[in-house]
């Protein structure tokens, strides 16, 4: 039981990581929407258990 236990959570952390590697990629990619902006960052919080994070950011210039 252990030994599966053990198994899954390495497959995990294995699938998990690969996946992290592929989101390092994304910021390549420029997101054309027409709204410009340039600021300091205030926080930073990623999930832990989803695909998404929180930037708060001290707006400087719009654009």
């Known amino acids: 039981m252990k030994n599966t236990v053990n198994i899954l959570a390495l497959i995990h952390l294995l699938v998990q990581n690969s996946c992290s590697v592929k ?6 990619k420029e997101m054309k ?10 926080d930073l919080k990623k999930s832990s258990n989803h695909a998404f994070g929180i930037i708060r950011l001290k707006i400087i210039q719009k654009y």
């Open 33 to 42: 929407n027409n709204v410009g902006f340039s600021g300091n960052i205030i």
């Open 23 to 28: 989101n390092e990629e994304i910021p390549e």
